[in-house]
Each structure stands twice: as C-alpha cells, then as structure tokens.
C-alpha cells in the first residue's frame, strides 16, 4: 500500500471559489449520476456527505504518478468524512497502480482485488478513480465485479479523462494487447471534475486530451469545434474557466449520445470515430504512443476516407486534419508497415459480424456509420497519416 506524505498544503477554503456547476447524466429516462464541476476539493467530500453512498467504507485506487502528485490533497479533503456523524467515521485507503497503459491489465485488477480483501472491504464500500483514463477504466473494472458489484466514483485528473472516459459507464482492461477486450458497462455515482489537476499534466498528456475534445465537435457540434479554436489561447494556457466551459459542452455531447444509447447499440458508435485506426496504431506501437495521440491519427485517416468518398470537401478535409495542430497534436507518424495497421483494424472489436462500422463525416458536426469500407480505402487513408519523412 503507498501512503502519501503530509506535506501538500490543504484545499482552497470554499468561500475562494464558486459553487460548483453540475450536470445529471440519466439512464433509461431517469437521474442515473452527478457531474460535479469544481476548483475546490472540498466540494468532492460534500458531494458524498449529501449522497445516499456517504455511509460507504472509501478506498481511493489511483497510479504511481498521480499518489505523489495529487494523493495527499485528496485524502486530507476527504478527513473530514471519517469524522462526519453521517459518513462512514473511517477515513479513506489509498492504492496505487502501476502508471500507464501497459499496466491496464487483469493482472494489476487482481492486484485490487487482493488489497480489498486484505483490508476487508466489502459491499457497503465505494471505490474512488484518482486518475487518467487507465484508472478510471481499471476502477470502474474492479467496481463492476468485486462481490458483484460495489459503488464507484470518478475522479478524473487528465484532460482526457475529464472530458472523455469518466463518463458514460465503460469500465475494462486491455488484454493480450488488444485494447479494452474485456470490461463491462458500470455507471459511476459520482463524476466529479476539478480543471486544477490540470495544471500539474506534461504537455503530451494536455494536448492528448484533445483528440477526444475535437472528437466531440466533429461527430456531433460544429459550433463548438470553431469555439474549440477560437478559445486555443487560453486553452492552452490552461485557464481553468475556460477549460471548465470546455469540459461542460464535451460532456454535455458525449452524455446526450450515451443517454440514447448506453449499450452502444447504434448512435453511440458515433463516439468511435477515429478509433478503429487509432486502436490499431496505438497497439502497433506497443503503447509508446498515447491513446490521445493515436485518436488524432485515426480522426485525420477517417476525415481522409470521408473525402475519398466525396462526403467531405478538400476544405473541410484540410481544416479537420490541420485543425488538431494547434494543440500540439500531430496528423502524421512513421508507420513503417501500413499493412499491419490494417491488419491489426480488421481485428478491432468494432468488426460486427465480419463487417469494419467505420464512422465517417458528412461535414464538421456530422458523423454516420458506414459498413461498407474498403481494405484499401483503409489502407489509402493509413498511408495519409503516414509521415512521407519516413
Ligand atoms: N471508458 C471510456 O469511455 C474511455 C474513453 C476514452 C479513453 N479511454 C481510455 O483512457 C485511457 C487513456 O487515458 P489517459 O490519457 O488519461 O491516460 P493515463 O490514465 O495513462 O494517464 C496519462 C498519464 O498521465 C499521468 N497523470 C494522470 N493525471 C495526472 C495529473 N493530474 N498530473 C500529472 N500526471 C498525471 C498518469 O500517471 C499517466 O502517466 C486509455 O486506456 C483509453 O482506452 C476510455
Ligand atoms: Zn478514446
């Protein structure tokens, strides 16, 4: 078990700040969790006072970057639960995971497992996420199949997982370096997004988050891609305001697909643009690349395929593919062996029944399914990312 020194001075006392913004993702027509919004911790521990889980036994799962960075400010938000009269009266565990996406696995979900049952922790527990996407998938993971199920909050603290994959209830590991090849779909209790643990991501993990960001704008709101760009500056100087107002319309586009379609049935789908190529690059590079990153890629070959198909001008193509530059991201990589991308997209679990669902555009803020692609209009799009460099 790490346990994080006391060093970190405590959270912003609440009247520094503004109320939180909060945002209610539904599930079959009903309230099914909270978005809270927030620059103040303490907000994160009211949220759980005033929910019904407030009783339940906290053990925080995060990773080994995120524990030093971030573990200690946390659990001290979170003391004053273990002293509440209506919260559980035991202060939070804490258990960190092995950093990055190749530590996605089973293996360390047993490693979770084995620290619950050593710590006794049972139904009446609630896991927490601190972390990027890969904690956030592995809790949710754990969450979902410990004693068939317990309560799971995320706390997101990448770009990528604040605007992205805290939401919308899929949880997995990868396995056999297939990505998310086993999971299931769990909804958190509580999301709760806090813009400051922004500050302390690198570079490459900020401008990762953005694949997935524009990603929202060119499936469903073209309004919002341009305010995307509009608002680069200070974006990318990581105004909190401003990337808070960012994070609520990402969310609010990804909420209103999933809510119609939590099982990804048809419309949600949608949200696999630039995945099915990006999935295969990423595995290709043995992970060294970021999901972010790869996305990126997959986004450009799939407005690429789009103009092939007449769906896209050369216009539009040109603004979607350079339009990710200017938030650090790259629209072309050295693929050495282009066939092995493809190779590797055939075998992604987007293949339905023999048949590739590639998602394409029709224009900025209008994406559609198609099942008709081409091995070599995907190979053709491949080579489109490909750096001509290399
Ligand atoms: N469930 C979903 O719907 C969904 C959607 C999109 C992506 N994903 C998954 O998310 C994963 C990618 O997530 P990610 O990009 O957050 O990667 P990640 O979780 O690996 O985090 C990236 C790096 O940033 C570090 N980090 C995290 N927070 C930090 C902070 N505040 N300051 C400094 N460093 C910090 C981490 O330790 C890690 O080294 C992939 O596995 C992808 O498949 C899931
Ligand atoms: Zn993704």
Same mark, same amino acid.
């Given at each position: 078990?790490?346990?994080?020194?006391?060093?970190?001075?405590?959270?912003?006392?609440?009247?520094?700040?503004?109320?939180?913004?909060?945002?209610?993702?539904?599930?079959? =027509?009903?309230?099914?969790? !909270?978005?809270?919004?927030?620059?103040?911790?303490?907000?994160?521990?009211?949220?759980?006072?005033?929910?019904?889980?407030?009783?339940?036994?906290?053990?925080?799962?995060?990773?080994?970057?995120?524990?030093?960075?971030?573990?200690?400010?946390?659990?001290?938000?979170?003391?004053?639960?273990?002293? !509440?009269?209506?919260?559980?009266?035991?202060?939070?565990?804490?258990?960190?995971?092995?950093?990055?996406?190749?530590?996605?696995?089973?293996?360390?979900?047993?490693?979770?497992?084995?620290?619950?049952?050593?710590?006794?922790?049972?139904?009446?527990?609630?896991?927490?996420?601190?972390?990027?996407?890969?904690?956030?998938?592995?809790?949710?993971?754990?969450?979902?199949?410990?004693?068939?199920?317990?309560?799971?909050?995320?706390?997101?603290?990448?770009?990528?997982?604040?605007?992205?994959?805290?939401?919308?209830?899929?949880?997995?590991?990868?396995?056999?370096?297939?990505?998310?090849?086993?999971?299931?779909?769990?909804?958190?209790?509580?999301?709760?997004?806090?813009?400051?643990?922004?500050?302390?991501?690198?570079?490459?993990?900020?401008?990762?988050?953005?694949?997935?960001?524009?990603?929202?704008?060119?499936?469903?709101?073209?309004?919002?891609?341009?305010?995307?760009?509009?608002?680069?500056?200070?974006?990318?100087?990581?105004?909190?305001?401003?990337?808070?107002?960012?994070?609520?319309?990402?969310?609010?586009?990804?909420?209103?697909?999933?809510?119609?379609?939590?099982?990804?049935?048809?419309?949600?789908?949608?949200?696999?643009?630039?995945?099915?190529?990006?999935?295969?690059?990423?595995?290709?590079?043995?992970?060294?690349?970021?999901? =972010?990153?790869?996305?990126?890629?997959?986004?450009?070959?799939?407005?690429?395929?789009?103009?092939?198909? =007449?769906?896209?001008?050369?216009?539009?193509?040109?603004?979607?593919?350079?339009?990710?530059?200017?938030?650090?991201?790259?629209?072309?990589?050295?693929?050495?062996?282009?066939?092995?991308?493809?190779?590797?997209?055939?075998?992604?679990?987007?293949?339905?029944?023999?048949?590739?669902?590639?998602?394409?555009?029709?224009?900025?803020?209008?994406?559609?399914?198609?099942?008709?692609?081409?091995?070599?209009?995907?190979?053709?799009?491949?080579?489109?990312?490909?750096?001509?460099?290399?």
């Amino acid at each position: 078990m790490n346990r994080p020194n006391s060093a970190v001075p405590a959270p912003n006392p609440v009247s520094e700040v503004s109320a939180p913004r909060i945002m209610t993702v539904h599930k079959d =027509g009903a309230p099914c969790y !909270d978005i809270v919004y927030s620059l103040d911790l303490s907000e994160l521990t009211r949220a759980i006072v005033n929910s019904e889980f407030s009783k339940k036994r906290l053990c925080i799962i995060t990773d080994t970057n995120v524990i030093s960075l971030w573990g200690e400010q946390v659990m001290r938000a979170l003391k004053p639960l273990a002293e !509440d009269a209506n919260a559980s009266g035991k202060e939070p565990m804490i258990y960190a995971i092995p950093a990055g996406e190749e530590n996605k696995t089973l293996g360390n979900v047993q490693e979770i497992y084995r620290f619950l049952i050593e710590n006794h922790f049972d139904r009446q527990s609630c896991l927490i996420a601190l972390g990027g996407g890969v904690v956030g998938d592995m809790t949710g993971y754990t969450a979902a199949t410990y004693l068939r199920g317990i309560d799971f909050i995320q706390v997101p603290t990448t770009l990528l997982a604040q605007a992205d994959s805290s939401i919308g209830g899929k949880t997995g590991v990868d396995f056999d370096g297939y990505k998310n090849m086993v999971g299931a779909f769990y909804m958190p209790k509580l999301v709760f997004a806090d813009a400051e643990f922004l500050k302390t991501l690198d570079e490459r993990q900020f401008s990762s988050g953005f694949a997935e960001i524009m990603k929202h704008g060119l499936i469903r709101d073209k309004e919002y891609y341009f305010w995307l760009l509009e608002h680069r500056d200070g974006i990318m100087a990581r105004d909190t305001k401003i990337l808070t107002d960012m994070l609520i319309r990402s969310n609010e586009i990804k909420r209103d697909v999933v809510e119609k379609d939590p099982y990804e049935k048809g419309e949600r789908m949608l949200l696999n643009f630039g995945h099915t190529v990006g999935h295969a690059i990423e595995k290709a590079s043995d992970f060294t690349m970021t999901h =972010g990153e790869c996305v990126c890629l997959g986004c450009a070959a799939a407005a690429f395929l789009s103009l092939q198909r =007449g769906y896209l001008s050369e216009q539009a193509y040109e603004q979607i593919r350079d339009g990710f530059l200017p938030f650090g991201l790259k629209i072309t990589t050295a693929i050495p062996d282009p066939e092995k991308i493809l190779r590797l997209t055939r075998s992604d679990k987007k293949v339905a029944s023999g048949k590739l669902r590639f998602i394409l555009l029709k224009d900025i803020g209008e994406a559609f399914i198609d099942t008709s692609v081409t091995d070599e209009e995907i190979l053709s799009a491949i080579k489109a990312v490909t750096d001509p460099a290399v």
